[in-house]
């Protein structure tokens, strides 16, 4: 990198932290406060809230330095995280501002500014699902999760690229807006189809994020970019007003940097059943009272039982993952957890035949209930207008040929409480989960790093598509270190339906014993606006 270049860069990041203020900082010297201004990079939202209450700054200030921290990285670094920044996120953040100095009380979420896949419903936002055959379009109304998320007190500040369609669990590449890299080493991908959010969320471009999962969408990115991802069981979180891709296995979930504020951001989406998703049925009764929080014991790892799953954690593993896989299993001994290896009998017969290919059948829905304003009515008329990456072709081709209405009467085709073959899967896997009274199953959520951009064929090692998406059943990643070149490698959990309250306690028990969570190097803290009087 040559001195012009840093130079110029540095000349960057002071100008834009004078224009919007890179932390709290300005904001302190503008209404003088007695505690050390408030910094947003890895901040948790305990910490935002904490900021809030002391006077250290407040919403607007907050949402203007992640602001910042987008202008002075996402483009210049060609991180190329986001799609579009909400030009309302201000005037919200002022709303809660005059709400806050009325009542003196925090919402659950009061001021956390969200970073949100391409794919969710917002409500005056574009959302385009990565699609340039949707660019400009912006819905009437809001996702349910979105609008819980809002009604808590969270602020949109902007939409996340994604893989387009949500097609791949390896790169996100968009029409939209391009590829997405990994903070952590932009050489290399941030896997799919959740990277944008993934890789915004660990840059600290926001406070927490949210992902969809089909297949690997939030565990895989969360996984490549030292992340928690929730993947929570079928049926506990609304999908209504998110682009699908399979509606039988898709499900939206938190993306974040700790356990904790996954956790906080779970309990105000599980709201129990929702007319407009028929399947959140399911969730009536399994909600805990009190919520998901109460699960957050640093010490909940003693006592536990947990099943070491060989059937994926030795599928041809990368010598580096494997490694940290064996030193995670001997972190959760170490704080207190019995691990006993388990095998699925006759894996490969049970797990097969899982997919069915409804997208055509759910998009066109979809883009139904949207109204005159999409720009298009159905997906033959995408592939009509060429609208579209060119990774993406033969995937649109092959779902407009072999694509298939759900069916709850032919296996394969059916929802996860119905569908025969997802009812054995769940069975096979929760009988051995009795049998050996375990709480949860681990493995690594892949296990090979993070491809490097380009290399399609360096797609390998992904375990999250095995399991949770066919049974329906909860799946957790957490950081489990990091491999070659600075690349983070996630470890997974996998639970009993509606058991969101042991996975917690499991993974926020190992996060708390390891701390393997680190921000990536590239995107520091933007330096603090010179003071007057200084040059």
């Given at each position: 990198?040559?001195?012009?270049?840093?130079?110029?860069?540095?000349?960057?990041?002071?100008?834009?932290?004078?224009?919007?203020?890179?932390?709290?900082?300005?904001?302190?010297?503008?209404?003088?406060?007695?505690?050390?201004?408030?910094?947003?990079?890895?901040?948790?939202?305990?910490?935002?809230?904490?900021?809030?209450?002391?006077?250290?700054?407040?919403?607007?200030?907050?949402?203007?330095?992640?602001?910042?921290?987008?202008?002075?990285?996402?483009?210049?670094?060609?991180?190329?995280?986001?799609?579009?920044?909400?030009?309302?996120?201000?005037?919200?953040?002022?709303?809660?501002?005059?709400?806050?100095?009325?009542?003196?009380?925090?919402?659950?979420?009061?001021?956390?500014?969200?970073?949100?896949?391409?794919?969710?419903?917002?409500?005056?936002?574009?959302?385009?699902?990565?699609?340039?055959?949707?660019?400009?379009?912006?819905?009437?109304?809001?996702?349910?999760?979105?609008?819980?998320?809002?009604?808590?007190?969270?602020?949109?500040?902007?939409?996340?690229?994604?893989?387009?369609?949500?097609?791949?669990?390896?790169?996100?590449?968009?029409?939209?807006?391009?590829?997405?890299?990994?903070?952590?080493?932009?050489?290399?991908?941030?896997?799919?189809?959740?990277?944008?959010?993934?890789?915004?969320?660990?840059?600290?471009?926001?406070?927490?994020?949210?992902?969809?999962?089909?297949?690997?969408?939030?565990?895989?990115?969360?996984?490549?970019?030292?992340?928690?991802?929730?993947?929570?069981?079928?049926?506990?979180?609304?999908?209504?007003?998110?682009?699908?891709?399979?509606?039988?296995?898709?499900?939206?979930?938190?993306?974040?940097?700790?356990?904790?504020?996954?956790?906080?951001?779970?309990?105000?989406?599980?709201?129990?059943?929702?007319?407009?998703?028929?399947?959140?049925?399911?969730?009536?009764?399994?909600?805990?009272?009190?919520?998901?929080?109460?699960?957050?014991?640093?010490?909940?790892?003693?006592?536990?039982?947990?099943?070491?799953?060989?059937?994926?954690?030795?599928?041809?593993?990368?010598?580096?993952?494997?490694?940290?896989?064996?030193?995670?299993?001997?972190?959760?001994?170490?704080?207190?957890?019995?691990?006993?290896?388990?095998?699925?009998?006759?894996?490969?017969?049970?797990?097969?035949?899982?997919?069915?290919?409804?997208?055509?059948?759910?998009?066109?829905?979809?883009?139904?209930?949207?109204?005159?304003?999409?720009?298009?009515?159905?997906?033959?008329?995408?592939?009509?207008?060429?609208?579209?990456?060119?990774?993406?072709?033969?995937?649109?081709?092959?779902?407009?040929?072999?694509?298939?209405?759900?069916?709850?009467?032919?296996?394969?085709?059916?929802?996860?409480?119905?569908?025969?073959?997802?009812?054995?899967?769940?069975?096979?896997?929760?009988?051995?989960?009795?049998?050996?009274?375990?709480?949860?199953?681990?493995?690594?959520?892949?296990?090979?790093?993070?491809?490097?951009?380009?290399?399609?064929?360096?797609?390998?090692?992904?375990?999250?598509?095995?399991?949770?998406?066919?049974?329906?059943?909860?799946?957790?990643?957490?950081?489990?270190?990091?491999?070659?070149?600075?690349?983070?490698?996630?470890?997974?959990?996998?639970?009993?339906?509606?058991?969101?309250?042991?996975?917690?306690?499991?993974?926020?028990?190992?996060?708390?014993?390891?701390?393997?969570?680190?921000?990536?190097?590239?995107?520091?803290?933007?330096?603090?606006?010179?003071?007057?009087?200084?040059p």
């Amino acid at each position: 990198m040559s001195i012009l270049f840093q130079a110029s860069r540095l000349f960057l990041l002071l100008l834009l932290s004078a224009l919007f203020g890179s932390s709290c900082q300005q904001a302190a010297r503008e209404q003088p406060v007695a505690h050390v201004p408030f910094e947003v990079a890895e901040a948790s939202i305990e910490q935002v809230q904490q900021a809030l209450r002391r006077g250290d700054c407040n919403c607007e200030q907050l949402v203007r330095a992640y602001q910042a921290r987008i202008a002075a990285y996402d483009q210049p670094t060609q991180l190329n995280a986001i799609v579009v920044t909400n030009p309302e996120a201000l005037a919200a953040a002022r709303q809660l501002d005059a709400e806050y100095r009325r009542t003196g009380k925090l919402r659950p979420l009061h001021c956390t500014a969200l970073i949100v896949k391409d794919n969710y419903n917002t409500a005056g936002l574009q959302t385009a699902a990565g699609s340039l055959a949707l660019k400009g379009f912006a819905p009437n109304t809001d996702a349910t999760m979105v609008k819980a998320l809002k009604a808590a007190g969270a602020i949109v500040l902007a939409k996340s690229n994604m893989a387009e369609w949500a097609f791949s669990p390896m790169v996100t590449i968009s029409s939209l807006a391009g590829e997405t890299r990994n903070p952590y080493n932009l050489e290399h991908v941030p896997a799919g189809s959740s990277g944008g959010t993934a890789a915004a969320v660990a840059a600290s471009f926001g406070t927490a994020g949210l992902g969809t999962d089909t297949g690997n969408s939030i565990r895989g990115p969360s996984s490549h970019n030292a992340l928690v991802g929730f993947r929570p069981t079928l049926g506990l979180l609304s999908r209504a007003g998110i682009v699908p891709l399979y509606l039988r296995n898709d499900t939206g979930g938190p993306m974040a940097r700790s356990v904790a504020d996954a956790t906080r951001l779970l309990d105000v989406l599980a709201t129990g059943p929702d007319p407009a998703d028929p399947l959140t049925s399911y969730s009536a009764g399994k909600i805990p009272a009190r919520g998901y929080r109460q699960f957050l014991d640093p010490s909940g790892l003693k006592g536990a039982r947990i099943g070491v799953l060989r059937t994926l954690s030795e599928r041809h593993p990368d010598p580096q993952v494997k490694a940290l896989f064996e030193q995670a299993m001997a972190d959760l001994r170490r704080a207190g957890a019995t691990v006993v290896d388990v095998e699925i009998p006759d894996f490969d017969r049970v797990s097969a035949g899982q997919w069915s290919s409804v997208f055509k059948h759910d998009v066109n829905q979809y883009l139904a209930d949207q109204g005159p304003k999409v720009p298009v009515k159905n997906i033959d008329e995408v592939l009509a207008s060429g609208k579209y990456s060119a990774y993406i072709k033969e995937n649109l081709q092959d779902e407009l040929a072999h694509g298939v209405a759900p069916s709850p009467r032919q296996p394969g085709r059916g929802e996860a409480y119905t569908d025969p073959r997802r009812l054995a899967f769940r069975q096979a896997v929760t009988a051995v989960m009795d049998r050996y009274r375990v709480g949860a199953l681990v493995y690594p959520t892949w296990n090979n790093p993070p491809a490097k951009i380009g290399d399609f064929k360096g797609y390998k090692g992904d375990n999250s598509q095995l399991i949770a998406p066919h049974t329906g059943q909860p799946a957790f990643t957490v950081p489990m270190g990091f491999t070659y070149d600075n690349l983070p490698a996630g470890l997974q959990f996998l639970g009993r339906s509606f058991d969101e309250p042991t996975l917690i306690k499991y993974a926020y028990g190992y996060e708390q014993a390891t701390h393997h969570r680190r921000a990536p190097a590239r995107f520091p803290a933007l330096p603090a606006p010179a003071k007057k009087g200084q040059p």
